[in-house]
């Protein structure tokens, strides 16, 4: 089992930045993605940001260039920095991981964080 503590969400204003947080903690494998994902009211969850082991990093349109995403592997750590925060950036915030083995993939959630940007 994986545990995912994500903090850093909060109320900002437009143009604003806020650094996101997320330990891992318990049965980490060496080849695994951690990403951010997050959801709006009313909205299906959506990919943020991601990022391998490895350091290969992938993001989604809207947030390419405000957004950069970093780990820290010997904290088991992923931040989230966000820079030039728009009110459609509002949403719950959640830190996911996913332990690959092999063909085999597990994925783990974690509880969210909530960012609120006021226009």
């Known amino acids: 089992q994986v545990q995912l503590e994500e903090s850093g969400g909060g109320l900002v204003q437009t143009g604003g930045s806020l650094r996101l947080s997320c330990v891992a903690s318990g049965s980490i494998f060496s080849i695994n993605t951690m990403g951010w994902y997050r959801q709006a009211p009313g909205k299906q969850r959506e990919l943020v940001a991601s990022?391998?082991?490895?350091?290969?990093?992938n993001y989604e349109e809207s947030v390419k260039g405000r957004f950069t995403i970093s780990r820290d592997n010997a904290k088991n750590t992923v931040y989230l920095q966000m820079n030039s925060l728009k009110p459609e950036d509002t949403a719950v915030y959640y830190c996911?991981?996913?332990?690959?083995?092999?063909?085999?993939?597990?994925?783990?959630w974690g509880q969210g964080t909530q960012v609120i940007v006021s226009s």
């Open positions: 996911q991981l996913t332990n690959v083995f092999g063909r085999s993939a597990n994925g783990y």
């Open positions: 990022i391998t082991s490895g350091g290969s990093t």
